[in-house]
């Protein structure tokens, strides 16, 4: 029986994680062969490192509502869903036909189009703290703008940003990442860059509040995700989030929230409407695309306004935007369909997070009842099994996120994709889309009860 106080048996764990490999490669034998061809063209065979996976990713061919399909003709349940950014499930009709009548009137006009100034306004009107806004083509360099406003609206240089917060690739903010978030995230990032930078542990006022004190005078924002995403799918606590908005404001500093992932995701309004939340800039990013490549900087028109070109001389403007594929007339037309059909379904909000809160008590209920010690995280359509070692009784921070035992959640996550054709990227956060509903969502938690039987004869 698994049993947590004596930590995970490590041979019998890989016992069983042989057998689901097993399994996984007698299904995905074309996959294998183009990942050895991909691995000589590409480092780990894939352009995003998460994307790599023991043994190796199966390849996609093509994709549908809320099912995957690889090159050997395995179809998945996605709830990977795109990086999380398909709410309409795979292919949505609204997204299929404004493309298809898009794509033959040209791809990328390179200047300014009526697309982009109709999902601009669409944004507007959802998210009125948007009051001018850019769009850019990631979600990497939508923070790395909101960050480069910050800095020269306030005059300062720091940045606090969250323990185990992630922006995206861009080097500002590509710091305190991965454990352990003291050090520098890799070869290649210097460690005089994060001199400008303090990270705060995640719903803990007090020692933010603390680090934050150290640097006050010279803090030019707070950027923080409402939601920590990539590292552990945690809600953050009304209270925090309102106590760095205040602290903020109170030394002359911007509060920046980051809604890439939880923005038309959490609601149609966002994170910032659920939590009460007035950020001077936001960033958007996934669902606003509608499966385009996009990213948005939005905020207050006296600090948006700086990027205004007209009349001044470089000294004077912030260089943001750029960016050759920035509003091209697919990325604008898909996003502006999919915020349309959402603004016009607003119930579709309900019944995510009610799929949702079955899903999370679902997976917990089952592994308890093996002995499994878990804690499902998340909110609304998002969430994480987490799986609980000693010393860890709940999961609210980045640094409890690491103490669990991953290994196991690895495990968890990989039988599901080869044992019941499943797919969660290991050890990330799932999606539910409009497309899921109770019956897939059992399907998983029978899965997971069966997985849960597996690991408590570990
Ligand atoms: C919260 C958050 N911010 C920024 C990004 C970066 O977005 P992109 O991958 O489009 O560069 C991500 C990506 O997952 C994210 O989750």
Redesign the pocket.
């Known amino acids: 029986m698994y049993n947590h106080s004596r930590g995970v048996q490590e041979q019998q764990a890989d016992e069983l994680m042989s057998k689901y490999i097993k399994h996984y490669e007698a299904k995905t034998g074309r996959s294998r062969q183009l990942f050895m061809h991909a691995s000589s063209l590409l480092p780990s065979g894939t352009s995003h490192n998460i994307r790599y996976f023991e043994p190796y990713p199966f390849f996609a061919r093509m994709a549908s509502g809320k099912y995957i399909y690889d090159v050997d003709g395995n179809a998945y349940t996605d709830y990977w869903m795109g ?1 999380w950014s398909l709410i309409l499930g795979h292919a949505p009709k609204v997204v299929v036909d404004v493309l298809r009548e898009r794509v033959v009137e040209g791809t990328i006009f390179g200047t300014v189009n009526e697309h982009a100034l109709r999902l601009a306004e669409i944004i507007n009107r959802l998210m009125p703290r948007a009051e001018m806004l850019r769009f850019v083509s ?3 360099e939508a ?1 790395m703008y909101a960050v480069r406003l910050a800095r020269a609206y306030t005059g300062k240089r720091i940045v606090a940003k969250i323990e185990g917060g ?4 861009n080097t500002d903010l590509m710091h305190s990442v991965n454990y352990p978030f003291d050090e520098p995230e890799g070869k290649g990032m210097l460690e005089e860059e994060m001199r400008y930078l303090v990270a705060l542990p995640f719903n803990d006022v007090e020692s933010s509040i603390s680090i934050l004190n150290k640097v006050k005078d010279d803090l030019a924002c707070i950027i923080v ?1 409402p939601l920590l ?2 590292a552990g799918c945690i809600p953050a606590d009304k209270e925090y989030l309102h106590v760095l908005q205040e602290y903020a404001r109170k030394s002359s500093a911007l509060f920046i929230l ?1 809604e ?2 939880t923005g038309f995701r959490l609601s149609l309004h966002g994170a910032q409407q659920i939590y009460s939340l007035e950020p001077d800039l936001f960033t958007l ?1 996934k669902i606003a695309g509608g499966g385009l490549p996009i ?1 948005v900087v939005c905020g207050l028109k006296e600090v948006m306004n700086l990027a205004d070109v007209r009349g001044k001389g470089k000294w004077d403007r912030v260089s943001i935007g750029g960016g050759t594929y920035s509003e091209n007339p697919l990325s604008m037309s898909a996003g502006a369909a999919v915020l349309e059909y959402l603004a016009s379904n607003r119930d579709i909000y309900e019944r995510l997070e009610m799929l949702g809160d079955e899903v999370r008590r679902g997976i917990d209920r089952v592994m308890v009842d093996h002995g499994i010690r878990v804690k499902s995280t998340g909110m609304g359509s998002l969430f994480l099994t987490h799986f609980l070692k000693d010393g860890v009784e709940d999961v609210r921070s980045a640094r409890d996120a690491v103490q669990c035992d991953l290994r196991m959640q690895r495990l968890y996550h990989f039988a599901l994709l080869s044992m019941y054709d499943i797919f969660f990227l290991p050890n990330k956060l799932g999606a539910i889309s409009i497309e899921h509903d109770s019956i897939d969502i059992r399907r998983l938690v029978d899965a997971s009860e069966r997985i849960a039987s597996d690991m408590a004869s570990m």
């Open positions: 990086h990631t979600g990497s923070t992630w922006h995206g690739f995700e995403g990539g980051d890439i992932v990013g990213g």
